[in-house]
């Protein structure tokens, strides 16, 4: 009994130095200051569960056709992907370097996402990070999968292929 009467002292000592630590504001929400290791393990744990668990949906059986992959090259140029994300012969602008945590090198990280996750995502955003939702931002599902499907063959695209399937895009306003 004593046992359990010291654990639950010591969870109610640690909630209440935790809720100060937050709600005091010495966690630093700055976008120049480092996580701790245990907040960056805890929100890339939270964030890699959550799009698994939320990312149900089948690609169309059009997914990955040169079409719809040069269609998703045109929606992820108008779209401003490239911004963040970079393109074939196209770099990341600057203030995408300010972002926290930084966007991932889609190049990099394509092969690890499955169809599914990759719509999700796009469709959805990713909270607390510069990732917006593209449905909330007027995209249908149509043009979201077509982002998605260039972006898994992103990593094979050449830059001369990017820069003839995007040559006449204009960004979105």
């Not at 245990?38 to 668990?53: G, I, Q």
């Not at 393109?87 to 499955?114: I, T």
């Not at 169809?115 to 931002?137: C, D, E, H, R």
């Not at 249908?140 to 050449?158: G, Q, R, Y």
Request: net charge neutral.
């Amino acid at each position: 009994m004593r046992f359990l009467a010291a654990v639950g002292a010591l969870a109610i000592v640690f909630g209440i130095g935790s809720a100060l630590f937050f709600f005091g504001g010495y966690y630093s929400v700055a976008g120049t200051a480092e996580d701790p290791a245990a907040v960056n393990w805890a929100l890339t744990k939270v964030r890699t569960a959550s799009v698994n668990r939320h990312a149900t949906d089948s690609p169309p059986a059009s997914f990955g056709d040169s079409n719809m992959v040069q269609a998703g090259a045109r929606a992820y140029a108008s779209n401003g992907c490239a911004n963040c994300h970079g393109a074939p012969g196209v770099m990341w602008l600057k203030y995408s370097e300010g972002l926290h945590p930084d966007p991932p090198n889609l190049k990099e990280v394509a092969g690890d996402l499955s169809p599914a996750q990759l719509f999700w995502v796009i469709k959805n955003g990713i909270n607390m990070t510069g990732m917006p939702s593209f449905q909330l931002a007027g995209a249908k599902d149509d043009e979201i999968w077509s982002i998605a499907a260039f972006v898994k063959k992103l990593p094979t695209v050449s830059e001369a292929d990017y820069k003839s399937w995007t040559a006449s895009v204009e960004p979105k306003r």
